[in-house]
């Protein structure tokens, strides 16, 4: 893992990611995800099946899809627009440590940007009551890694990075994978539901893909992903080089 780790190529995607306009954009949907949660209990009381439809149709496929496309392609998809990711690729780093490195960075503001949030607005719904509030924060997690990878991927693949991974996000996940059923099969949102299913208590919590093909599919995609990104940051070729 540590040869796999470059702590300054750490630093300077956390400093990207970071900034303050970023910043305040990772955290609009969080924040409001929360005071729409507080509001809700305040009406309604606790009740685990409202808890379930809030986690599910707005954490889970909304926010945590939106912040996977800030972070993952915010991670190194503007250093190759702006061609600055030449300096990079300069210093005697490995491709493919650069590309681990920024998907653990991507990784951890994703993850904390939508999974802690997920589990306080859990908790504020019903009190983590049938586990809910920790199944959707473990879903959360899952869905976090995997969306990190593909957007990630395509910051190396297109100059236009962000906008794919909103119609990914917003058309595939969002619509397409609640709606068509043989759509939620090929959707993260629902491998991460099956995740969530396996901890949750009751039969709360429903997922048209069972556990051990999530699991399968979410690791493949992530390793897959992975791993093309670091062969297409090889492909990059600096001016002199053979």
Known sequence: MTALYHPTVARLTYRALLGRRR??????????LIAISAVVRAVAGADDSTADG?????????????????????????EIDDGSVIYLLAKPVKRPVIIFTKLLV????????????????????????????????????????????????LGTVTRHAV????IYALVWESVFGNIVPGARTLSVQQWSLALA???????????DVGLSTAVVLLT??????????????RALTLAGEA
């Open 54 to 78: 809030l986690l599910s149709g707005f954490a889970l496929a909304t926010m945590v899809p939106l912040i996977g496309v800030i972070a993952g392609t915010g991670a190194i998809g503007p």
């Open 23 to 32: 910043t305040l954009m990772l955290s609009a949907l969080p924040v409001l």
């Open 106 to 153: 991507a990784i951890a503001v994703t993850v904390a940007f939508s999974a802690i949030p997920t589990l306080i607005a859990g908790l504020i719904l019903n009190g983590n009551s049938q586990q809910i509030a920790v199944a959707y924060a473990l879903a959360a997690v899952v869905a976090s890694i995997a969306y990190s990878a593909i957007f990630l991927l």
């Open 220 to 233: 493949a995609v992530t390793c897959t992903a992975t791993w093309y990104a670091g062969r297409r940051l």
């Open 163 to 166: 906008v794919c991974g909103l």
């Open 197 to 207: 299913q396996w901890v949750g208590d009751g039969d709360v919590i429903t997922s």
